[in-house]
């Protein structure tokens, strides 16, 4: 079983910056591809970005590519996300989610992913 806790989320101006952390908790999850997803309102949860076990694969969106960072620290049972240039297409809520069927590949399919935390809003003001 693997439980995840979203954090940083918050309101900020475009052209700001945030670092959202995933906490994780779970023997899985130490061992498992991580992903952010978001979604905005009224919209469909979408892919943002994909990390395998030991941070040696990551991938991104297109939307996000260049201005997203994933990493994780598996000591701390952590994964981030680090936003630069925020913009307002960008305010949704975010998710962690866990793929512990997955390990050194990464996906962008949701399917994939079968733990999920509960999100952290993310709002940028134009």
């Known amino acids: 079983q693997v439980q995840l806790v979203e954090s940083g989320g918050g309101l900020v101006q475009a052209g700001g910056s945030l670092r959202l952390s995933c906490a994780a908790s779970g023997r899985t999850s130490i061992n498992a591809t991580m992903g952010w997803f978001r979604q905005a309102p009224g919209k469909e949860r979408e892919f943002a970005a994909a990390?395998?076990?030991?941070?040696?694969?990551?991938s991104y969106a297109d939307s996000v590519k260049g201005r997203f960072t994933i990493s994780r620290d598996n000591a701390k049972h952590t994964m981030y996300l680090q936003i630069n240039s925020l913009k307002p297409e960008d305010t949704a809520v975010y998710y962690c989610?866990?793929?512990?069927?997955?390990?050194?590949?990464?996906?962008?399919?949701?399917?994939?992913?079968?733990?999920w935390g509960q999100g952290t809003q993310v709002t940028v003001s134009s």
């Open positions: 989610a866990a793929a512990s069927k997955l390990r050194i590949s990464v996906s962008r399919s949701m399917m994939n992913y079968d733990y």
């Open positions: 990390i395998n076990w030991n941070g040696g694969r990551t």
